[in-house]
């Protein structure tokens, strides 16, 4: 059964600073993604990675991705309050008849003046 | 292009009933999936419908049921509700291949409350 792991579970940061988020995995997968969720919201997605090696920014966030250690991570550059929101890593699953994401328990970020 | 709909937006319910809830997918999409949501959890896959049929179902109980029409709108159904049953409902429109996933894209949700 695939496991996905994120940590920090939570993290208090100041505007300005940097920090990466963590998500390990237990298998083998073509795509990895990176979610952001307001509260009471829906999922808005961030980042598609497919392959190893695959590096994507957007702003002050960058993802990448290193598939042989089943790692991929999430890093903020010069945090601003905007970007204060639970972050989700998810990982596909390819059954032969479905496909499905299966989640990280999410990283809840909060960042502070 | 519209997105991913879902109805109701809110609902509210007693334990013992029962609830449906409706997703309406991008067009072009035949693929239908939902997912729960727990506060303060990470969603967990329930369902995947594909071309009317069920081609994956996560580890939830007979009381969660589904459903897609020849229009690829999906109907999810929870009999015999109960208060762990209370959630953000997810629907997720996304293409088909059975060798690899594609991207997923998420509706607005359904908060469903048991009281």
């Known amino acids: 059964e695939l496991k996905v792991e994120q940590n920090p579970l939570f993290l208090s940061m100041q505007e300005g600073k940097n920090y990466t988020i963590y998500c390990n995995y237990s298998?083998?997968?073509?795509?990895l993604y990176w979610y952001r969720q307001d509260p009471g919201k829906s999922l808005e997605s961030l980042f598609v990675?497919?392959?190893?090696?695959a590096v994507k920014q957007e702003g002050r966030l960058m993802a990448s991705l290193d598939t042989k250690a089943r790692l991929s991570t999430l890093h903020i550059t010069a945090a601003v309050h905007d970007l204060s929101a639970t972050y989700f890593c998810?990982?596909?699953?390819?059954?032969?008849?479905?496909?499905?994401?299966?989640f990280g328990t999410g990283t809840r970020l909060q960042v502070t003046l | 292009d519209a997105g991913v709909t879902q109805s109701p937006t809110h609902l509210i319910k007693t334990r013992g009933q029962q609830v449906t809830l409706r997703c309406s997918p991008i067009s072009g999409h035949k693929s239908v999936s939902w997912y729960q949501q727990v506060l303060g959890q990470g969603p967990q896959f329930i369902f995947q419908y594909y071309e009317k049929e069920e081609r994956g179902r996560g580890n939830f109980p007979d009381r969660f049921s589904a459903r897609q029409f020849p229009n690829y709108s999906s109907e999810l159904n929870v009999n015999a509700l109960l208060l762990g049953d209370s959630a953000l409902y997810l629907c997720?429109?996304?293409?088909?291949?059975?060798?690899?996933?594609?991207?997923?894209?998420f509706g607005p949700g359904t908060r469903l409350t048991v009281t």
């Open positions: 998810a990982v596909g699953a390819n059954t032969g008849t479905a496909s499905k994401l299966t």
């Open positions: 990675l497919l392959s190893n090696g």
């Open positions: 298998t083998t997968s073509d795509r």
């Open positions: 997720a429109s996304s293409l088909l291949s059975l060798t690899k996933t594609y991207e997923q894209y």
